[in-house]
């Protein structure tokens, strides 16, 4: 009868978990951000199932290296059923939701209902697990990844399982692909085995990198066999030498990846409108600096009390460190590789309190602050919606919001509905869209396609605004 209970409360929170990470993710997609990389995706995506072929080569990065092709395959295998910018996105918001119950399953299998719940309520109202998880971006799938690479973590190190090894290093080869971050995550997994003494089995870990490197070899046999060789080798050691400093907020932002802060990057010029159209904001901003001491709380927990989960303190320890070292800039999104390591450690810092008090009312004011948490998280980022709903254009990372952009291009394609390839042509407009010259290149598109009077028709309107 007690398994029984056990397994309704597990559905319970199952399905509870489901519908409230649905919430700011599978809704409001007329807000989702696309730029040019989403857009250069969906035209690669419609391109690759007009005339199928292999992808050598991903995205530029920023550091002005091009991407592995991972995501984008990836991307071609969501969209299988549509090319459409909103269908890829509900898919990956779709992959993001359903993530989330299984992590709460994940969570209570290596530590505890209470802690479960915490962290899977944290990983669904978190601001930023919140905007990486519905856009066409490889950072937003890097949790479909991550998320078993977690589970098969701690059936490595807790449960000594060494046939994990195998797997373990499948996953972390294909994360240093699908983001460079993945890279930084593997050299802080190797270093933790090493320190743990993990018991590992090598030759799975050779097999499992090479199992992992299948995808890669596309991108390999280009650089080998471009002219000059290797390209990417050469930006990448360009980069390397370029003028980088030394940034602090490296050693910061895993500690903001729970709360509202950090988001002056998404939301550029615009933050201070932001914040001051909505006045509860501007008290938030103390809420958030206050919370940097919970994660203390459950690092002292681990390290006094359960050492048998050190190794997510030595993520935290080992990987900002890195980036700080390489002087690698601290883009909010080179950390989405934490967000199940931080969520756990905030939970274990409400579960620890949780189950060291005896008194019920104790018990309830910890989950009253956790609800108050909570809460704040969630009014920060319906504020967020608002805001983008209301301006529409944001002067930051974020841009203009999607359903804009489908209505601007709507409208510069409104003589061409009738095209056999509108698709294609919809795709490459919003690539094109905030080019310069955007009617030479839908004219050169058409004269491709041999519509000769539609590419003259686009060089006419050029010439008008030229002259207007």
């Known amino acids: 009868m007690g398994n029984k209970i056990m397994n309704k409360k ?16 599978i809704f409001f997609f007329d807000l989702i951000e696309f730029k040019t990389d989403e857009a250069i995706t969906v035209f690669q995506t ?6 199928p072929h292999i992808i050598q080569r991903g995205l530029i990065s920023g550091i002005g290296v091009y991407n592995f092709p991972l995501f984008n395959y990836l991307v071609i295998i969501l969209s299988v059923f549509s090319r459409n910018p909103e269908h890829i996105s509900f898919v990956i918001a779709l992959i993001n939701t359903l993530l989330v ?10 530590y505890d209902q209470v802690t479960a719940v915490f962290a899977s309520l944290l990983l669904a109202f978190s601001p930023w697990a919140i905007i990486y998880s519905r856009k066409i971006w490889a950072q937003d799938l890097i949790l479909l990844l991550l998320i078993p690479f977690f589970a098969l973590l ?3 190190i807790l449960r000594k399982k060494s046939q994990m090894t195998m797997p373990i290093f499948i996953i972390l080869v294909l994360l240093s692909q699908l983001h460079a971050s993945g890279i930084f995550l593997s050299a802080a997994t190797i270093l933790i085995i090493i320190l743990l003494r993990v018991k590992i089995n090598f030759w799975q870990a050779l097999i499992g990198i090479l199992i992992g490197s299948i995808v890669a070899i596309p991108y390999i046999v280009f650089q ?47 933050y201070d409108g932001f914040i001051a159209s909505f006045s509860l904001l501007k008290y938030l901003k103390y809420f958030f600096l206050s919370s940097f001491i919970i994660p203390f709380i459950g690092i002292f927990f681990i390290i006094t009390k359960k050492r048998e989960y050190l190794f997510l303190v030595m993520y935290l320890v080992i990987i900002p ?8 800039i601290p883009y909010m999104h080179y950390f989405v590789i934490l967000i199940p390591i931080i969520v756990t450690v905030y939970a274990l810092s409400f579960s620890s309190i949780f189950n060291l008090l ?22 920060f980022v319906y504020c967020f919606y608002q805001y983008l709903s209301i301006a529409k254009v944001i002067q930051g990372d974020y841009g203009p919001i999607f359903s804009l952009t489908k209505q601007t291009v709507d409208q510069r394609l409104q003589d061409y509905r009738n095209v056999q390839y509108y698709n294609e042509l919809q795709s490459y407009t919003y690539v094109i869209l905030g080019s310069k010259d955007f009617n030479a290149k839908l004219s050169n598109f058409f004269v491709y396609h041999g519509d000769t009077e539609f590419a003259a028709l686009e060089l006419e309107k050029q010439t008008k605004e030229v002259f207007k």
């Open 321 to 328: 460190p890195l980036y700080f070292v390489t002087r690698t």
């Open 101 to 110: 119950p299984i992590f709460f399953l994940i969570i209570r299998r290596y």
């Open 46 to 51: 419609v391109q690759f199932y007009l005339d």
């Open 154 to 156: 701690h059936e490595l």
């Open 10 to 25: 597990t559905w319970f929170w199952v399905l509870v978990l489901f519908f409230v990470a649905a919430f700011f993710r």
């Open 358 to 379: 005896k008194a019920r009312l104790l018990k309830s004011l910890v989950i009253v602050s956790f609800g108050v948490f909570i809460s704040v998280n969630i009014v």
């Open 224 to 270: 080998l066999t471009s002219n000059p060789q290797c390209p990417d080798c050469e930006a990448f050691f360009k980069y390397q030498s370029s003028a980088r400093s030394f940034d602090i907020y490296n050693l910061i932002r895993p500690f903001q990846l729970m709360n509202g802060q950090g988001y002056h990057f998404v939301l550029g010029d615009s």
